[in-house]
């Protein structure tokens, strides 16, 4: 969104929901275009609407859903997301996220992302490991992806100790991370 001149803002949490909505025009895109050209002129349609309910002690479960259009294009993305606290320690979070985007005319492509954590913390260790999978059609211009086409196993562990005086704490941390394209081509 570059250049906006309406627009509307919605937020707001009670009982254990969270809500946001926007609504949004964005003049930019069609001011790229040169006059003459199908769309010059024209404004794309933003709206992003996000809900989410917290149970438990730091636990929630949420979705949201973006679009945007300008003339034929257009882009959808429908999420669901959770984190669950399992105990003072331990933390499971997972996202799921559909895709739906044309450009022009042109048939809509789709995709999809995965991305969940193990995470284990505490003051002396600690734990996690993440599976990423982002398809190569999946497509947020609304967000932010910095990469498609992969999938990726990461893990990473710490321990840490506390033995006072000039020396506050000390410890080794170890971390592995795989990454390979849907062809199963390693990064």
């Not at 929901?17 to 199908?38: M, N, S, T, Y």
């Not at 999420?79 to 559909?98: I, T």
């Not at 003051?123 to 967000?143: K, V």
């Not at 033995?163 to 704490?169: A, E, I, N, S």
């Amino acid at each position: 969104i570059a250049d906006p001149q309406f627009g509307t803002r919605v937020t707001g949490k009670a009982g254990g929901w969270a809500l946001g909505a926007l609504a949004i025009d964005d003049r930019a895109p069609g001011r790229r275009l040169e006059a003459g050209v199908p769309g010059f002129g024209d404004r794309a349609a933003v709206g992003i609407v996000r809900a989410q309910r917290e149970f438990g002690e730091q636990s929630a479960i949420g979705v949201l859903a973006t679009s945007r259009d300008f003339g034929p294009s257009f882009s959808r993305v429908v999420s669901a997301d959770g984190r669950v606290k399992l105990n003072d320690n331990w933390v499971v979070l997972g996202q799921a996220a559909f895709s739906q985007t044309a450009e022009g005319p042109a048939a809509a492509i789709t995709g999809g992302l995965v991305d969940a954590w193990l995470r284990r913390s505490s003051r002396t260790w600690g734990y996690e490991a993440n599976y990423r999978d982002i398809g190569p059609d999946f497509r947020a211009p609304l967000g932010f992806v910095r990469r498609v086409d992969i999938r990726s196993v990461e893990q990473a562990a710490y321990r840490n100790w506390f033995p006072g005086g000039r020396v506050l704490q000390f410890g080794p941390e170890l971390g592995a991370n795989a990454i390979w394209d849907h062809a199963g081509t390693l990064q």
